[in-house]
C-alpha cells in the first residue's frame, strides 16, 4: 500500500484525529492521507489506507473531501453515501482481489471462524472480510452489524432472498444469536440455526431457516452477523 501511495505522490501519515478514521487531502496530484494514529489493528489501518487510495483513483474531480468516519468506512449503500461506497468497494478489491478471494474460499459457507482465516491470509478486519465474502462468495449471504445494542447496517448479497431486514437502530430479536448475546451476556462464537421470521419478520416464509455465525467485539461493543440459507432438506 506504500508504494501504491507513493505512485500516486500521497504521502501516508499518522496524526492525532478526532471523529474520524482517514482523511484525505490530494490536489494536482499529490497529497497525504492522514490516518488516526489511535487505529490499533494493522488490518484496520490497512483498510483505512485503501479506502483513501480509492478516493484518490475514483474521486479526484470531487470538490468534496468527507471526512471518513466509523461510518463512512462501513458504508457500501451507494444511496446512502455513494462516494464512501465506492472508496470501499475499491479498498476491498485492491485488499482481496475477486479471483484470489473466490479461490481461497473454496466453496466453503460464511462460518466466522473461516472469515477469521480468510482475514488473517489478507490482513484484513472481520467486517471487511465478511463483507467482500457477501458480495462475492460462494454462498449467498447477509451480514448484520449490531452496535451499543441496536442493529446499525445490514449488507446482503445481491443473490440472497432478502433485501431488507426488520430491524434498523433497534435491539435485534431475543431469539436471534446477537439477541441472546444481549440479553443473557454469552459470547457466543458458534453457528446457530434461527427462523427466518426472527431477522426478516411476517416478510420471511414460516418454513423458511438460517443459519446465523456471530462474533462479538467487548472492546467495541458490538457484535458482528453472518446469515445464510439453512438447508432443511440435508
Known amino acids: 500500500l506504500q508504494v501504491i501511495a507513493g505512485n500516486r505522490r500521497a504521502l501516508i501519515e499518522s496524526k492525532p484525529m478526532q471523529m474520524a478514521e482517514g482523511r484525505l487531502a490530494y490536489r494536482s496530484g499529490r497529497g497525504t492521507i492522514s490516518i488516526a494514529e489511535d487505529i490499533s489493528l494493522h488490518s484496520k489501518e490497512r483498510f483505512v489506507i485503501a479506502h ?26 451507494e444511496d446512502s453515501q455513494p462516494l464512501e461506497a465506492e472508496a470501499n468497494e475499491f479498498a476491498g478489491e485492491l485488499l482481496m482481489p475477486r479471483d484470489m478471494f473466490v479461490n481461497a474460499c473454496d466453496g466453503s459457507p460464511p462460518q466466522l471462524e473461516f472469515l477469521k482465516e480468510i482475514a488473517s491470509k489478507f490482513q484484513t478486519s472481520l467486517t471487511s472480510s465478511a463483507i467482500r465474502y457477501a458480495r462475492i462468495g460462494p ?58 421470521r426472527t431477522w426478516f419478520g411476517d416478510h420471511a416464509p414460516r418454513d423458511q431457516y438460517f443459519h446465523e455465525s456471530t462474533h462479538y467485539s467487548e472492546r467495541y461493543n458490538r457484535i458482528l452477523c453472518v446469515l445464510w440459507e439453512y438447508n432443511l432438506d440435508i
Open 139 to 196: 454462498q449467498p449471504a447477509a451480514v448484520v452489524l449490531v452496535k451499543d445494542g441496536d442493529v446499525q447496517w445490514y449488507w446482503p448479497s445481491p443473490r440472497f432472498p432478502h433485501n431488507y431486514i426488520e430491524y434498523y437502530n433497534e435491539p435485534p430479536h431475543p431469539k436471534s444469536g446477537a439477541g441472546k448475546i444481549l440479553n443473557r451476556g454469552e459470547a457466543l462464537e458458534e453457528t446457530k440455526v434461527v427462523k427466518a
Open 52 to 77: 483513501e487510495i480509492g478516493h484518490i483513483e475514483l474521486h479526484q474531480e470531487t470538490k468534496t473531501r468527507p471526512i471518513c468516519d466509523e461510518d463512512a468506512l462501513n458504508e457500501h449503500k
